[in-house]
């Protein structure tokens, strides 16, 4: 629990323990869910909200609901110089938004040609920034939309790059992994990402969209689920 405070800060407003199931006795089935999350302020983001939220959409009490993993994405798009290698790129971003270069992700969106006699001079990159840590993510969501941040950066890693862009804003995605238990060997039945957001919404008092994938159910006993 107070690892779990010190992580998320306020936003964790509850007390458990990741991947560690509540004791519960006799048999009963567990309805594994991963569930991704696109919030417009991850500051105002509470796990009692989410949690609440899933078990309205799941019909079941709130005591029911393990969240077992939580992470925060997020996203951006840059266009930058076709001269920067998409590691000198990474570099950059991470020294921008002041984390380390193994939670960056760089992806080509496309590139762009200035005309058919000319080289490629514009390419559409997307970052993904990756963490655990919520005060983190929201200190990321505003840094990714700081383009002169990122171009001070980039000087440092290639000088004669040009300033990059802001193709588009950042985006943040909360990606859990939750098991939703039930009172019988019956699996509860996976909510709807409708059903989800709409809850979500009600809750958090913010935009929110939500896809729900159910990746099967498990056999409990005790606590123990398999």
Do not use: H
């Amino acid at each position: 629990g107070n690892q779990w405070k010190m992580i998320y800060g306020g936003m964790l407003d509850v007390d458990f323990v990741p991947g560690v199931a509540p004791v519960k006795s006799g048999t009963f089935a567990a309805t594994n869910l991963e569930l991704s999350l696109q919030v417009s302020d991850v500051t105002k983001m509470k796990m009692s909200d989410v949690i609440k939220s899933i078990a309205e959409a799941s019909n079941v009490l709130v005591k029911a609901v393990v969240v077992k993993e939580m992470k925060f994405e997020i996203t951006a798009r840059y266009a930058f110089d076709t001269g920067v290698t998409l590691d000198q790129a990474r570099t950059a971003i991470a020294k921008a938004n002041s984390v380390v270069e193994s939670q960056v992700t760089v992806t080509v969106v496309r590139r762009r040609r200035l005309s058919v006699w000319r080289r490629l001079a514009v390419q559409e990159l997307q970052s993904k920034i990756t963490t655990t840590d919520g005060t983190v993510a929201a200190a990321v969501q505003t840094a990714a939309a700081d383009t002169t941040k990122l171009a001070q950066a980039l000087k440092q890693v290639v000088p004669s790059a040009p300033a990059p862009t802001l193709k588009q804003s950042p985006t943040v995605k909360v990606v859990l992994k939750t098991q939703v238990l039930s009172n019988s060997t019956t699996p509860v039945v996976a909510p709807s990402g409708t059903a989800l957001a709409q809850s979500l919404q009600k809750n958090m008092g913010q935009t929110v969209q939500a896809t729900v994938k159910n990746v099967g159910s498990s056999s409990c006993n005790n606590g123990v689920c398999v």
